[in-house]
């Protein structure tokens, strides 16, 4: 079987520099490592890394050609059903949410949900992400009441995880355009432009906290650090968070300049 831990460490390596050409390279390597030796197992593994990077780089061909190699690898390997299905479906149903695809997007993150809560061996982290995401795509598609217990549910899982300040903040980032995307679509008007106090009230809410968040004392500055940091930063600006904006740069690209 292909090394699958060595093989995350390095892409690790990779994105701690921002090297994607070279974690593209890395990935496709190891894929074609895997079919030489038909190890499937192994296939899957690289498969969702590659779909999970090309979602990153927005290149939508790609994301889908190894979206549906990953899903077709399920049922080669019987899988369906497992952890490995559960993380499959997630990163498949991120990606066509990335891209538009959303009502396809949320029936994966229902299979995904129905793998992960009937296991008892689930980790809390791919809860929180999984709800996080369904949020997202509950919003997308308009349907605000869903999106907002999601969060919810992200919000407390992530509760119990080391370091899960990082994914929290993403959330009431999150939440802050839900709040944005509900008024809109009740009052037919941006709501920060009409002068909605209660919107804006709610968008500040959650942008304080968030930004307490990422700097909760105690967080490993690493590069999953730098990529949050460069992940929430434009909203803070979207929001005029000027200053939050360039210190969060500043942070990333301090860990990318030391990695």
């Known amino acids: 079987m292909i090394p699958q831990q060595r093989i995350a460490e ?3 390596e990779h994105m701690s520099r921002r090297d994607y050409a070279g974690a593209e390279r890395h990935l496709l390597y190891w894929l074609d490592e895997a079919k030489a030796i038909h190890d499937m197992r192994g296939e ?10 090309f979602r990153k780089t927005g ?14 690898l399920l049922e080669k390997t019987g899988f369906e059903g497992t952890i490995s299905a ?11 949410n990335a891209f538009g695809r959303n009502e396809e997007s949320l029936e994966l993150f229902q299979k995904a949900a ?3 809560e009937a296991s008892p061996h689930t980790a809390p982290h791919l809860l929180g992400g999984l709800y996080n995401n369904m949020a997202l795509t509950c919003t997308s598609l308009m349907r605000f009441d869903e999106a907002e217990a999601y969060y919810r549910k992200a ?42 106090e209660v919107c804006e009230r709610e968008v500040e809410r959650c942008l304080d906290t968030a930004l307490n968040l ?13 990529f949050v940091c460069e992940k929430c930063a434009p909203v803070f600006a979207h929001y005029g968070y000027f200053l939050a904006d360039e210190d969060l740069r500043n942070r990333a690209e301090a860990i990318y300049e030391r990695a």
Not at 59 to 72: D, T
Not at 86 to 96: P, S
Not at 214 to 226: K, R, S
């Open 86 to 96: 559960g993380t499959t479906y997630t990163n498949v149903a991120t990606a066509y």
């Open 155 to 196: 919000l407390e899982k992530m509760g119990a995880v080391e370091n899960g300040e990082l994914e929290q903040a993403i959330t009431y980032l999150n939440m802050a355009d839900a709040a944005v995307a509900k008024a809109t679509a009740q009052g037919g008007v941006n709501p920060l432009e009409s002068g909605d």
């Open 10 to 12: 390095k892409l690790d």
């Open 59 to 72: 290149n939508r061909e790609q994301a889908f050609i190894h979206a549906a190699h990953a899903l077709n």
């Open 44 to 53: 899957l593994m690289v498969s969702n890394e590659l779909v999970g990077h």
């Open 214 to 226: 990422l700097n909760t004392p105690g967080i490993p500055h690493d590069g999953y650090y730098a």
């Open 114 to 116: 129905q793998v992960y």
